[in-house]
C-alpha cells in the first residue's frame, strides 16, 4: 500500500523554468492538499482540492497553479520558478471533507530555484 | 481564520526527562487539534486527535495532550523521553475544509 506518491523528490531549477510537481493517492480519499515547508515557518497551504472537480487557493497560492486530475492525482504546478520557491513541497490527502480528519502526507519533494 | 502558536522553535531534554511541547490555538468554533510529528526527510504523521470527545488524548508512542478550553491550550507531553523521539512536532487546527499548522517545535533529546 503505497499511501501518498510524490514524484519528483529533488530537483533543481534555474530561475523563470517551468516544472510539475505529481501527487498520487491510493486511498480513495475525497480531498487534497499542497503544503510548502520553510524553515521556522511549519507548512504553508498552496492549493487544496476538498473534492474531486474543486480546487481552492490556501495561504500562499502566488505563483502557483494545480490540477485535480481526478480522484487520484493532484499536480502543482510552477509556471516561472523563482528563488523564493525554493522549499520542501508536501502532498497528503484526506478522507474527510471538512478539514477535520487525519492528513496523510507524502515524502516530499525538494525544489532549489537558483 | 484559525491559528496556531507553539511556544519554543527548539526544545531541549535528557532521555528520560519530562517531554513538555507547548501549543496556543485561536479558534472562533470548537476546534478538531491534531498533532503531528516529522523525522528528518520524512512526511508528517498524526500523533494525535483531539474531537471533543475526552480533553484528555492519547497518542501513539506514549505521547498525550489535554485540551484545556480556558487556556486555549493544547499541550504536548510524554513522561520520559526516548532517542527516538528527536523529531519536528507540529500542532495544527481544523478550519474550513483545511489544517493550519503552528510553525513547528525541533525537539532534542541527550543522552
Known amino acids: 500500500n503505497a499511501g501518498v506518491t510524490q514524484t519528483p523528490k529533488f530537483q533543481v531549477l534555474k530561475t523563470g523554468q517551468s516544472m510539475t510537481l505529481q501527487c498520487a493517492q491510493d486511498?480513495?480519499?475525497?480531498?487534497m492538499y499542497w503544503y510548502r515547508q520553510d524553515p521556522g515557518m511549519g507548512l504553508r497551504l498552496i492549493y487544496y482540492s476538498a473534492s474531486e472537480g474543486t480546487t481552492d487557493k490556501g495561504e500562499v497560492p502566488n505563483g502557483y497553479n494545480v490540477s485535480r486530475l481526478n480522484k487520484r492525482e493532484f499536480s502543482l504546478r510552477l509556471e516561472s520558478a523563482a528563488p523564493s520557491q525554493t522549499s520542501v513541497y508536501f502532498c497528503?490527502?484526506?478522507?474527510?471533507?471538512?478539514?477535520?480528519?487525519?492528513?496523510?502526507f507524502g515524502e516530499g519533494s525538494r525544489l532549489t530555484v537558483l | 481564520a484559525q491559528s496556531v502558536t507553539q511556544l519554543g522553535s527548539h526544545v531541549s531534554v535528557s532521555e528520560g526527562a519530562l517531554v513538555l511541547l507547548r501549543c496556543n490555538y485561536s479558534s472562533s468554533v470548537p476546534p478538531y487539534l491534531f498533532w503531528y510529528v516529522q523525522y528528518p526527510n520524512q512526511g508528517l504523521q498524526l500523533l494525535l486527535k483531539?474531537?471533543?470527545?475526552?480533553?484528555l488524548v492519547k497518542g501513539i508512542n506514549g505521547f498525550e495532550a489535554e485540551f484545556k478550553k480556558s487556556e486555549t491550550s493544547f499541550h504536548l507531553t510524554k513522561p520520559s523521553a526516548h532517542m527516538s523521539d528527536a523529531a519536528e512536532y507540529f500542532c495544527?487546527?481544523?478550519?474550513?475544509?483545511?489544517?493550519?499548522f503552528g510553525a513547528g517545535t525541533i525537539l532534542r533529546v541527550k543522552s
Open positions: 495544527a487546527v481544523s478550519d474550513v475544509y483545511k489544517l493550519v
Open positions: 497528503a490527502s484526506s478522507d474527510s471533507l471538512t478539514g477535520t480528519g487525519e492528513l496523510f
Open positions: 483531539y474531537t471533543s470527545a475526552a480533553t
Open positions: 486511498m480513495n480519499h475525497n480531498s
